[in-house]
C-alpha cells in the first residue's frame, strides 16, 4: 500500500502563487518507478488532470495551466510538487496527488481557493 499526503494549499488572491506538496510512503517498489500526477476537482465538476511527470521525467499540462504551473518530482526525497503561479479563480479546486505504477493510488487532497 503507497501513502500519498498532500501539503501546501490555501486561499490565494487572483494573480498569486501556491506551491503545493506531495510526499509518498509505504510499500514503495521505489518512488523513481511511478508516474506522478496532479488531479483537480471543482464543484460540481469531473475531476480531471492538471499535470503529469512520467518515470523518465517527461512532462505534460492542461491547456489550462500550461505556462502558469510546473510540475516536478525529488525521487531522493519521495516527493512531487506543483509550482502554481498565475493563479485565476477558476484554479480554485481540490487538487489531488496521484502515483501509477501498475495500481493507481490517490491522496486525500488539498483545498485552494482563489478569491480577492
Known amino acids: 500500500q503507497v501513502q500519498l499526503v498532500e501539503s501546501g494549499g490555501g486561499l490565494v488572491q487572483p494573480g498569486g502563487s501556491l506551491r503545493l506538496s506531495c510526499v509518498a510512503s509505504?510499500?514503495?517498489?521505489?518512488?523513481?518507478?511511478?508516474?506522478m500526477a496532479w488531479y483537480r476537482q471543482a464543484p460540481g465538476k469531473q475531476r480531471e488532470l492538471v499535470a503529469a511527470?512520467?518515470?523518465?521525467?517527461?512532462?505534460n499540462y492542461s491547456a489550462s495551466v500550461k505556462g502558469r504551473f510546473t510540475i516536478s518530482r525529488d525521487n531522493a526525497e519521495n516527493t512531487v510538487d506543483l509550482q502554481m503561479n498565475s493563479l485565476k479563480p477558476e484554479d480554485t479546486a481540490v487538487y489531488y496527488c496521484?502515483?501509477?505504477?501498475?495500481?493507481?493510488?490517490w491522496g486525500q487532497g488539498t483545498q485552494v481557493t482563489v478569491s480577492s
Open positions: 496521484n502515483a501509477r505504477y501498475i495500481i493507481s493510488y
Open positions: 509505504g510499500s514503495l517498489f521505489g518512488f523513481g518507478m511511478y508516474d
Open positions: 511527470i512520467t518515470r523518465s521525467r517527461s512532462t
